[in-house]
């Protein structure tokens, strides 16, 4: 009888230890349905072997890269994105680690990192770099913070550590370019998502996380923590991948092509310069509006001056308004192009080599 | 009584022969409206170099109406906007769909071409479908021989640039 519950728990143990998977070098955990690894180890194989492509300077100095191939694709997000866990993950209790004593970098944090949401569409994920948010959390709280990812205990002393979350929402039937979860659509389609969590594993000081700003007024976003300032931010990133990686497509349809194409304007609409998206005439409506309030108001104090004490705050208000109008008309005529951010991550972290990573990717192959 | 009769019989007929020789010429006029429309349609085909007059009130109305507005962008949640909504997606499809049955039927890209203009000059669509328009028209005139007249006021200089992103 002893032997026997001796077997149950060994071969219990035995499936758990290897139901983790490692491909390519990237850890993906047990806690990610078999469908979906298979489905993501063959995104990164097709990521793989992206032929030589021809692609314009803009994208060569997003991703600080000379060369455009599967190789150096895939050594970009490896760099960036070393461990996967699936969306019934839990980032509490025992998987949860802390540890006091570690000295973060005395750069600032960036502003509003705490009141943007996470990736995810309705109630489930799609897509999280938790890296990004353990270490901004830890820095924060002064506390080193990492997983426990099977039995490896992985802190974060930096956001390269390169934790990412994926959910049904990468894989949700409403979301893909069409219906077959493994075309070349789709697939185009999700790595466009893991470069744009890859990306949020960069960056330092105000701008560590790449962290999404505030869509401004005028944008149909606005209010949303959805949009940034940068050219080589996430949606930036995410734009250009999508636009390569389409144009080396060989089965995608008409429709396929549409709809990838509404993903990059959608992501490059959200790359926003400027704090409103006024246009002139508007503004001019506006200022021609308000200077007629603040004459009224000064023309009326002139003639009753017993009235200023009730309305001087509302001749103030609209002074207000009238300026924030000039300052946006203003910034409307000077020419702004979007800020190119240092994306060298800070903290603790090592960076593979081309070479590595291919053999690591080559080892899995060959499997 | 039998005069009466008789007069009777003839203003019948002559009232029978009226309505007859009217629903004829009603006919005629018919067959004429389509024999003209046919030209018409024959005509446009072949003055592919004189851009032809757009009217909002033709075909594909139904899936113009359709396409996302900026309005249902601002209904979603937080989580619903962080990538691509999925009323984008299914706008493009929609887009899409236009186009590849276009391609596939010559006769079809007229009224396309027509949809896309629509779609591009509507400022209540969401500027990324829009974007997906104005290219889909900056690439097509060429390759379809179509030519068309947009309505510059209505295209910001951030809606070009978006298009031309596409090339």
Partial sequence: MKKIIGLVLFLTLSSHISAKENFGGIYLDSSIPKVQIQTLKEDFIYLYNTPETEVDSEFKTV??????????????????????????YKRTGRNLLKKKGHVFPSTPLPDGVFEKGFHTYGA?????????????????????KGLRLNREEVYVPSPRTGIVQVGEGLFLERLLVNKEQNSEANKIKRLGTIFHEARHSDGNAEHVGFIHNVCPTGHALSGFYACESSRNGSYSLEAHALKMLLTNCHTCSIEDQTKLSASITDSLSRVVVRSHLKTEEKLLEEIEAFQRVVEFYEN?????????KDY???????QGQLSESEAQLVEL??????????????????????EDSSELMEASLSR | ??????????????????SIIMMGQEEILIEKIKTQSSALKIISSRREQTPFQISKEDNLNTELVSLP????????????????????????SVVGRIHNNAEQLPSKRHEAMLFFKNCLEDENIAIAIRAVCLNKVYTLIPKWR??????????????????????
């Fill in chain 2, 146 to 167: 179509i030519p068309i007249l947009i309505e510059e006021d209505k295209i910001s200089l951030e809606l070009k640039e978006l298009a031309k992103e596409l090339f």
């Fill in chain 1, 333 to 354: 005529r000077t020419p702004k192009i979007p800020k190119f951010l240092d994306p060298m991550p800070e903290g603790h972290f090592y960076e593979v080599l081309v």
């Fill in chain 2, 1 to 18: 009584m039998k005069k009466k009769r008789i007069f009777l019989y003839v203003f019948s007929a002559f009232g029978l022969a009226f």
């Fill in chain 1, 63 to 88: 991703f600080e890269l000379t060369d455009v191939n599967g190789a150096e694709l895939y050594n970009w997000v490896f760099n960036r994105v070393r461990y996967i866990v699936g969306q019934d």
């Fill in chain 2, 69 to 92: 507005r900026v309005s249902d962008l601002k209904n979603l949640n937080e989580h619903e906007i962080h990538h691509t909504p999925e009323i984008i997606l299914k706008g493009a």
């Fill in chain 1, 300 to 308: 009326l104090f002139k003639t009753n001056p017993d009235m200023k």
């Fill in chain 1, 124 to 144: 489930v994920i799609i897509m999280s770099n938790l890296g990004a948010e353990l270490y901004l959390t830890g820095k924060n709280e002064n506390i080193l």
């Fill in chain 1, 312 to 318: 001087e705050s509302e001749l103030i208000k609209f």
